[in-house]
Nanobody
C-alpha cells in the first residue's frame, strides 16, 4: 500500500520558518517527479512547488518564489519543502504528491499536514 506521510507542520509566527518532509512508504521516489500542494479553508487546492527526478529542476507558484525551497534526497526517499518568511496567507493544509509520467498527473497523495501562520 502506497503512503505519502507528511510531517513538519505546525503553528508559527509570521516571518518564521518550517520544513515539511514527505517520506513515502510502499513507493519509491525513483524516477518520479514530486510536488507540494496546499489547500486553505474555503479555497481550492493549489500547486505550491515541484521538483523533477532527472535533473532536480524546480518550479514554484509565484506567491512562494524566493521564500520556499523544494528539495529531494533520493537516498533517503524523502522530499522536503523549506518554508521561510512565512505569511498568514500561507496557512493551509499542505500535501505531498508524486507525479505519474504515464498518467501525466499526480497520482499518489499524502493526507496532509497543517501549517498555521499567526500574524
Amino acid at each position: 500500500q502506497v503512503q505519502l506521510p507528511e510531517s513538519g507542520g505546525g503553528l508559527v509566527q509570521a516571518g518564521g520558518s518550517l520544513r515539511l518532509s514527505c517520506a513515502p512508504s510502499g513507493h519509491t521516489l525513483f524516477n518520479y517527479a514530486m510536488g507540494w500542494f496546499r489547500q486553505a479553508p474555503g479555497k481550492e487546492r493549489e500547486f505550491v512547488a515541484a521538483i523533477s527526478w532527472s535533473d532536480n529542476t524546480t518550479d514554484y507558484t509565484d506567491s512562494v518564489k524566493g521564500r520556499f525551497t523544494i528539495s529531494r534526497d533520493n537516498a533517503m526517499n524523502t522530499v522536503y519543502l523549506q518554508m521561510n518568511s512565512l505569511k498568514p496567507e500561507d496557512t493551509a493544509v499542505y500535501y505531498c504528491a508524486s507525479y505519474s509520467k504515464g498518467l501525466e498527473n499526480y497520482d499518489y497523495w499524502g493526507q496532509g499536514t497543517q501549517v498555521t501562520v499567526s500574524s
